[in-house]
C-alpha cells in the first residue's frame, strides 16, 4: 500500500510541480497517474522512490515513512520502468534481468533463474533470449525484458513511467495486453504514468487526474468517464463517450458461454448432427486439455474427414481482459465473425459477437441520451432561476 | 585480415631498413650506432613514452571522471578548452620550454609528453562518460544502485572505449613526440636522428627513424586490440553497424 500526504515539489526557481497531493494506493491494485505533459505526474512517481525529493508531505508505503529508510534499499524494493527502457547495453539480457538480485547478493544460480523465469513471463523464450545483448533485441522485445527486470527482485510494489511510451501502437497494444495478464497473476501494487487516455483507462483500476500540478479526481475509469468532476475532466476525457464507453468493458463482462463445442476427436457425422440440432452455424473446437484449436461449419463437415482435418484454425483471441473496443476491431479479422475468449493457458471461456456489443452501445447510446436530456433539464432550470433573480433585482 | 598483411608488411620493412642501416657500420668518416645501442635507445624511447603514458593514465582519467561530476562540472568548459588549446602548441615548442623550466635530461622528456599525453585522456575520459545515455544511468539508480555502484558497474564500463581510444591516440603521438626528445638530452632514438642531422647523413637519421616508426605502429596495433578486447560485446555491433 502506498500512502501519499500534502505531498508537495516546490523547485528552487519557485516553480511549483506537485501541489498537495493526497492519494492512497491499495494493495494490489493498478493505479494511473493521468494527465498532460507537465501536470506532474512523473514529479510525483519519482518521490515514491525517492529519486526526486520531497518538498513536504510524507510518503508512506506500508505505513512506513520513506523517509527512514535507505534510499537504495527502498528503490530495490521497488520495481521501476521508464519510458527509454534504459537497458545496460553492456550486460546481457540475464544480467540486465538480474541486476536487483545482483544488488540483493542472491545467488549466482538464483539469478539465472530468476531471469529464465521472467523471460517465460514477458513471452521471450529464455534459451534464445537470456544470452543475447540488448542490442541484439527488437524495441518490443527490449520493452519486455524492462519490464522483466523490473520484476526482477520481486518487489511488492511497481512504479513505470510510461514504459509503453516509445513503440509502435499494434506492439504497444499487445505488450498492454499481455502486462495486464501478468498483473492478473502477480497482484503487484502498481503506480503507472501516462498520458494516453485509452491507455489509462485499459490499464488501471483507479486513475489519478493530473492537471498544473493537482490531483483534478481520483476515481475508477468507469466513475471518471460517467462522472467527470468538472469541465477540466470533461474535456480531457473527450466528447465521444459511447464509443470510449466500450474501453470501459472487458470481454468477461459481456461474453457469453460457447454455444456448441466439440472435441477434435469427436466423429464428423455426429458433430453435423448436434449442430442441426441445435441450429448454430459454427461449433468451437478444442482438445481433450480443453485447448482452443478453432472453429468448424456446418456447411464444411464432411462424413470422411476428421474435425482435425475440417477446422479453421482462430487468426484472433481475445483474452477475458481485452477491453471491448479492441475486440471489435479483432472481430474484423476472425473467419466467422465472432471472436473466441481464451485464457492464459489458451482454454476457451467464451464467445463475443457482433450482436452483443450491439446490445452494449445500444444501451449506453440509451445511458448517454437520457445523461444529456438530465443536463439540458438542468441547465434550463437554473438559467430560469437566474432570470427570476435578475427580476427580482 | 587485409589490416594485419600490411601491417607485418610494413614493420617488415621497417626492421628491414634498420638491420640493414646498422649492417652498414661506417659510412664515410662517420660511425654506425651499434646494434646494443640501436637496441638500447629503443628501450629507453619506450620507457620515456611508457612513463609519461601511465603517469598521464593515472592522473587523466580521475581527472576527466571528476569534471563530469556536478560539484565540478563548472570547470569542464575551461578544461576542454584547454585540452584542445594544448594540442594545438607545436610539439618542439612543448618540449623546448619543458628542457628550460626543468633542466635538460630524462625527466623534463617525461614530464612535457606526460602534459601531452594528459590532455587527451582527460578530454577522452569526460566524453565517453557524458556519452552514456541517462536513462540508463536513472535505471540504474532507480534500482537502487549507489552513486559508487553506478560509477563503476555502468559509466566506466560503458566509456571503457572512449578511454582507451584516446590513450592509443596519445601513445602513438608521444611515440613521435619523444624523438624529439632527444633534442633536450633525453636519450632514446631521438639521438641517433639528431646526429644523422647534425652530419647529414641519412642512412643514420633512418637507423633512428625506422625503429621508432616501428614502435609506433606496433603499440597502435596492440592498443587497438586492447581497445576491442575491453569493450563490451554488447557494444561492438552497435559501434561497427
Known amino acids: ?393 | 585480415m587485409r589490416r594485419y598483411v600490411i601491417l607485418f608488411l610494413l614493420l617488415g620493412v621497417l626492421c628491414g631498413v634498420t638491420i640493414w642501416a646498422t649492417s652498414l657500420g661506417t659510412v664515410g668518416i662517420f660511425r654506425m650506432a651499434t646494434p646494443t645501442k640501436v637496441l638500447k635507445s629503443t628501450l629507453r624511447h619506450l620507457q620515456i613514452v611508457a612513463t609519461a603514458e601511465a603517469l598521464a593514465i593515472l592522473i587523466g582519467i580521475p581527472i576527466g571522471f571528476l569534471v563530469t561530476r556536478r560539484f565540478f562540472r563548472f570547470v569542464s568548459p575551461v578544461l576542454v578548452g584547454l585540452a584542445n588549446v594544448g594540442q594545438t602548441i607545436p610539439t618542439l615548442a612543448f618540449i623546448g620550454i619543458a628542457g628550460v623550466a626543468l633542466g635538460l635530461g630524462y625527466t623534463a622528456a617525461v614530464v612535457a609528453l606526460f602534459v601531452y599525453a594528459l590532455l587527451p585522456i582527460i578530454r577522452n575520459t569526460y566524453a565517453g562518460l557524458r556519452s552514456v545515455p541517462p536513462e540508463v544511468k536513472e535505471a540504474a539508480r532507480g534500482m537502487g544502485m549507489s552513486a559508487w555502484q553506478i560509477v563503476l558497474r555502468v559509466e566506466f564500463p560503458l566509456a571503457r572505449p572512449v578511454i582507451i581510444a584516446g590513450i592509443r591516440t596519445s601513445t602513438v603521438v608521444n611515440v613521435g613526440t619523444a624523438a624529439v626528445a632527444g633534442m633536450i638530452g633525453a636519450g632514446g632514438l631521438g639521438d641517433l636522428i639528431m646526429s644523422g642531422i647534425a652530419v647529414r647523413v641519412t642512412q643514420l637519421i633512418l637507423q633512428g627513424a625506422a625503429p621508432a616508426a616501428a614502435l609506433a605502429i606496433t603499440l597502435d596495433a596492440l592498443l587497438g586490440g586492447v581497445e576491442t578486447w575491453l569493450t563490451p560485446r554488447g557494444m561492438r555491433r552497435t559501434q561497427r553497424g
Open chain 1, 1 to 393: 500500500m502506498i500512502r501519499l500526504e500534502s505531498v508537495t515539489k516546490t523547485y528552487p526557481g519557485g516553480t511549483t510541480a506537485v501541489k498537495d497531493l493526497s492519494l492512497e494506493v491499495k494493495q494490489g491494485e493498478f493505479c494511473i497517474f493521468l494527465g498532460p505533459s507537465g501536470c506532474g505526474k512523473t514529479t510525483s512517481l519519482k518521490m515514491i522512490n525517492r529519486l526526486i525529493p520531497l518538498s513536504s508531505g510524507r510518503i508512506f508505503i506500508d505505513d512506513v515513512d520513506t523517509m527512514q529508510q535507505d534510499p537504495n534499499v527502498l528503490r530495490r524494493n521497488i520495481g521501476y520502468a521508464i519510458q527509454g527502457i534504459g537497458l545496460f547495453p553492456h550486460l546481457t539480457v540475464a544480467e540486465n534481468i538480474a541486476t536487483v538480485p545482483k544488488l540483493k547478493k542472491w545467488s549466482k544460480e538464483k539469478q539465472r533463474s530468476v531471469a529464465e523465469d521472467l523471460l517465460e513471463l514477458v513471452g521471450l523464450e529464455p534459451d534464445t533470449f537470456i544470452d543475447r545483448y540488448p542490442s541484439e533485441l527488437s524495441g518490443g522485445q527490449q520493452q519486455r525484458v524492462g519490464v522483466a527486470r523490473c520484476l526482477g527482485g520481486n518487489p511488492p510494489i511497481l512504479l513505470m513511467d510510461e514504459p509503453f511510451g516509445a513503440i509502435d501502437p499494434i506492439t504497444r497494444n499487445r505488450l498492454q495486453d499481455e502486462f495486464l495478464k501478468i498483473q492478473d497473476q502477480l497482484k503487484k501494487t502498481i503506480v503507472f504514468v501516462t498520458h494516453d487516455l485509452n491507455e489509462a483507462i485499459k490499464m488501471g483500476d483507479k486513475i489519478a487526474l493530473m492537471r498544473n500540478g493537482e490531483l483534478m479526481q481520483y476515481a475508477d475509469p468507469t466513475t471518471l468517464l460517467n462522472a467527470p468532476k468538472d469541465q477540466f475532466v470533461r474535456d480531457f476525457i473527450g466528447a465521444d463517450r459511447v464509443l470510449k464507453g466500450l474501453r470501459l468493458l472487458r470481454a468477461r463482462d459481456v461474453m457469453q458461454d460457447p454455444p456448441v463445442t466439440i472435441l477434435d476427436e469427436d466423429d464428423p457425422s455426429e458433430v453435423k448432427a448436434r449442430l442441426d440440432q441445435s441450429g448454430m452455424p459454427w461449433a468451437m473446437v478444442s482438445n481433450a486439455k480443453g485447448r482452443f484449436l478453432g472453429w468448424i461449419t456446418a456447411d464444411e463437415l464432411e462424413p470422411g474427414k476428421s474435425v482435425r482435418e475440417t477446422l479453421i484454425p482462430p487468426e484472433v483471441t481475445a483474452g477475458p481482459g481485452t477491453p471491448l473496443n479492441e475486440a471489435l476491431s479483432l472481430m474484423f479479422n476472425s473467419a466467422i465473425g465472432t471472436l473466441a475468449v481464451t485464457d492464459r493457458e489458451e482454454r476457451m471461456v467464451g464467445v463475443l459477437s457482433f450482436d452483443i456489443l450491439r446490445d452494449v452501445l445500444g444501451q449506453q447510446a440509451a445511458d448517454l441520451k437520457a445523461e444529456v436530456k438530465a443536463e439540458a433539464k438542468a441547465a434550463a432550470e437554473a438559467s430560469a432561476s437566474n432570470e427570476t433573480q435578475g427580476s427580482g433585482a
